[in-house]
C-alpha cells in the first residue's frame, strides 16, 4: 500500500509556471506506477500524465505536451510535475495516483490517491 501527498499549487497568471511534488510512503515505491490526474469544477477528472516505475517512459495528455515534464526520484519516493507556460484552461485540482501494474489512463484504475492540490491560472 502507498500514501500519496501532494503539494505545490497556488495561484499564478498565465504564462507562468508551477512544480507540483508528490511524497509518498512505502517501501515499494519504485515498484509502482505514477499518474497525474486533474479535475476542473463541474467537469471529470482526467487524465494528465504518467511516470512508470523507472522513470524513463512518460505520457501526457494532448494538451500538456510540450508544457508539462513529469519525473520521479525513488530514493526519495518522490515524483513531481514541472508545468510550464500554463493556461486558465489549466485551472484545476491536481491529483498523483499510484498503481502496481501497467500505466493507465482511467482514474479508476489506480486505487491510491493523494487528497489533491489546487492549480488556480489567471488571465
Known amino acids: 500500500q502507498v500514501q500519496l501527498v501532494e503539494s505545490g499549487g497556488g495561484l499564478v497568471q498565465a504564462g507562468g509556471s508551477l512544480s507540483l511534488s508528490c511524497a509518498a510512503s512505502?517501501?515499494?515505491?519504485?515498484?509502482?506506477?505514477l499518474g497525474w490526474f486533474r479535475q476542473a469544477p463541474g467537469k471529470e477528472r482526467e487524465f494528465v500524465a504518467a511516470?512508470?516505475?523507472?522513470?524513463?517512459?512518460?505520457t501526457y495528455t494532448d494538451s500538456v505536451k510540450g508544457r508539462f515534464t513529469s519525473s520521479r526520484d525513488n530514493a526519495r519516493n518522490m515524483v513531481y510535475l514541472q508545468m510550464n507556460s500554463l493556461k486558465p484552461e489549466d485551472t484545476a485540482v491536481y491529483y498523483c495516483?499510484?498503481?502496481?501494474?501497467?500505466?493507465?489512463?482511467?482514474?479508476?484504475?489506480?486505487?491510491?490517491w493523494g487528497q489533491g492540490t489546487q492549480v488556480t491560472v489567471s488571465s
Open positions: 495516483a499510484a498503481r502496481v501494474v501497467a500505466s493507465s489512463r482511467r482514474p479508476d484504475d489506480y486505487p491510491y
Open positions: 512505502g517501501r515499494t515505491f519504485s515498484s509502482y506506477n
Open positions: 511516470i512508470s516505475p523507472s522513470g524513463r517512459i512518460t
